[in-house]
């Protein structure tokens, strides 16, 4: 099971139509994008990548083919509320480890129709477990640090 499908899984369990995710760390670790503005919202059906105009060559080198690319020339927030309408989303889980609560309250104002659902520790709980490729990336990882490290 791929990672996306481990956030889908967590969506079903929870009741929630959609993730939003906005911590890069977690961006990056789900879609590959290594730049320092985006969000990501992942759904039942599809999964969306959302940067401004800066990325627009970096993500489609980087970004996975799970997701869709959407560069703003405006503000992300424009995108996310076409994306909430189009798909009728009303319930959106948040990173609440990494969400400040003036952020929140900020999409909840943006958003009044949709309920913004706090949710904490579900990367730590799909992170935890490895799936093969992740353990040859890491192994890989080990073998170029003793090369480059050779007497630690």
Do not use: C, H, W
């Amino acid at each position: 099971m791929n990672r996306i499908e481990k956030i889908k899984n967590q969506l079903k369990e929870r009741g929630i139509d959609s993730f939003l995710v906005k911590n890069l760390p977690n961006i990056r670790y789900l879609s590959g994008f290594s730049g320092s503005a985006a969000n990501l919202v992942i759904t039942a059906d599809k999964n969306y990548f959302i940067s401004d105009f800066r990325y627009k060559t970096q993500s489609k080198s980087e970004v996975s083919k799970d997701f869709e690319i959407i560069i703003s020339i405006q503000n992300s927030m424009t995108f996310l509320k076409d994306i909430i309408n189009e798909l009728g989303l009303k319930r959106i889980g948040f990173e609440s480890d990494f969400v400040t609560y003036n952020d929140a309250e900020n999409l909840s104002k943006e958003f009044p129709e949709v309920e913004f659902v706090p949710v904490n520790s579900m990367f730590e709980k799909i992170t935890t477990v490895k799936n093969e490729n992740e353990i040859e990336l890491t192994k890989k990882a080990v073998e170029i640090t003793d090369r480059t490290l050779p007497n630690f």
